[in-house]
């Protein structure tokens, strides 16, 4: 009798584990959140602890505490203070990280705030968060203790920010959708949640943050998170994988509409302060004022962000486990949302590659942590499993499928699509024309132009989906 493909994804998955913990034992159904500076420059980096939270609920797992599914450019390890045993792993990359690969990073020190959630903890915990540099050993770490019974843990309330559920995983119907997306231009909810508490325990909860949305606008924001919502969930492995999330849109308000365009002289006032211009690419879109997103957040259940720019120009950016940007009225929004909500949920890499970065983020004697990336130096842990047998090493590119930049008719159009399901091992990836191999000639991780993840992308994706949900 064939297995069922949860109980075949949860034993393929790989992870880093330490011992395992009961929830209830360690946790209260509520949130820590824990701000952090991260600072320095290229050779020299900080770890700054700023502040600590309470929010209500907990959003995130209740299994698995002492697990974690990829390795990420960073850990943050919970330890029960008196035993020194560990309850709780997270793993995550952050922009700071990518930074310290620019040149502007040999020259200046800077600070990026950064993030986290975990379980209230119900005795004192020391928590350990550690960085990691492109070859995967820890460049900084910092330890301190947090006591939940600290009075100056402030506890978060009501922020009058209004949201609303577009989408309820396992509480409704796969197929029914809870919003009508062509009548609510003009829907105005109440604050909080709207037709019943989600179920948090079982789904990923996926927060949408409203951003240079005015108030006027906010008809529009809710038309445009159900836009997303369809876009995301349209296509393979998400649409399979729909019911195990919950979807709520964050109407927050910009006194400004739109974002912040340096390279235009544009600055706006909006509600998590994106701009353009990330490390001087005008088309890397991306916020820094991350304490601030996660006040907006404070009373919405959310394991993962994504900010929904009101901005006609291409732009976006995603990280693993922190955040994604994208923007709204853009022709390719559908796509972009996908390939960077690939990048900051299911933490797959950029499987394109121009060779213009100032310094490697791919080493050649370290094998990447991203799923769909290889050095060779590690292969068999990644799709090596995969290879139709007989498959080169590296495997040539087959030359029946066009350039998607040249593409003129259907059948052309269906040849490019079809590249997507040849696994292979194909050089060229992670910015780097040598030395990095994708699995798929074409993938979703790498061009606009193809509909579909490849088949070992859609693989990381359903597991990663499992480790969160079946518990």
């Not at 209004?162 to 009508?180: I, M, N, R, S």
């Not at 604050?191 to 325990?201: D, F, K, L, Y």
Request: with cysteine; glycine share 6%.
């Amino acid at each position: 009798m064939k297995k069922p493909i949860i109980l075949l994804l949860l034993a393929a998955l790989t992870v880093i584990t330490a011992s395992a913990q009961s929830f209830d034992d360690c946790f209260n159904d509520s949130t820590l959140r824990l701000d952090y500076v991260f600072a320095g420059n290229h050779d020299t980096q900080q770890i700054y602890f700023e502040k600590a939270c309470v929010t209500p609920l907990w959003a995130g797992r209740k299994g698995r505490l002492t697990e974690a599914p990829l390795k990420g450019n960073g850990q943050l390890m919970v330890k029960d203070h008196a035993t020194g045993q560990p309850i709780y792993v997270h793993t995550f990359s952050t922009l700071f990280q990518e930074w310290l690969a620019t040149e502007e990073a040999t020259q200046v020190n800077r600070a990026f705030e950064t993030s986290y959630n975990v379980p209230l903890p119900k005795c004192p915990v020391d928590i350990t968060v550690t960085l990691t540099d492109f070859h995967g050993k820890v460049v900084t770490s910092m330890t301190h203790m947090v006591d939940p019974a600290d009075i100056l843990i402030r506890r978060l309330g009501p922020n009058g920010v209004p949201f609303h559920y577009v989408w309820k995983g396992q509480t409704l119907p796969v197929k029914e959708k809870p919003v009508d997306s062509q009548d609510n231009r003009n829907f105005t909810p109440s604050e909080g949640v709207i037709g019943g508490e989600p179920n948090v325990t079982d789904c990923i909860d996926l927060a949408i943050v409203a951003e240079g949305y005015t108030h006027a606008q906010m008809g529009k924001f809710y038309n445009d998170c159900q836009r997303a919502v369809d876009a995301l969930f349209a296509r393979e492995p998400f649409k399979s994988l729909k019911h195990r999330f919950n979807v709520v849109a964050v109407a927050a308000e910009s006194l400004d509409g739109g974002p912040s365009v340096p390279h235009l002289g544009r600055w706006r006032n909006t509600a998590v302060s994106t701009n353009y211009d990330t490390f001087y690419s005008d088309r890397y879109l991306t916020t820094r004022d991350i304490h601030h997103l996660y006040d907006l957040l404070s009373c919405v259940p959310f394991e993962h962000i994504i900010v929904l720019v009101n901005s006609d120009t291409y732009g976006g950016g995603g990280i693993y486990n922190q955040l994604m940007v994208t923007t709204s009225d853009h022709p390719t929004f559908a796509q972009v949302l996908v390939h960077e909500f690939g990048h900051s949920y299911g933490g797959l890499g950029d499987e394109y590659f121009y060779d213009d970065a100032y310094e490697t983020m791919y080493p050649a004697d370290t094998e990447p942590w991203e799923p769909n990336l290889t050095t060779l130096v590690d292969f068999n842990s990644k799709w090596a499993d995969m290879l139709p047998k007989g498959t080169a090493i590296p495997t040539p590119q087959d030359p029946k499928v066009p350039n998607y930049r040249k593409i003129t008719n259907d059948k052309e159009r269906r040849l490019l699509n079809a590249a997507t399901q040849r696994v292979g091992v194909f050089e060229g990836g992670g910015y780097q024309s040598k030395g990095v191999y994708r699995p798929a000639q074409e993938c979703r991780m790498k061009i606009n132009e193809v509909e579909d993840f490849c088949p070992v992308c859609i693989r990381a994706i359903q597991r990663i989906t499992v480790f969160y949900t079946a518990q």
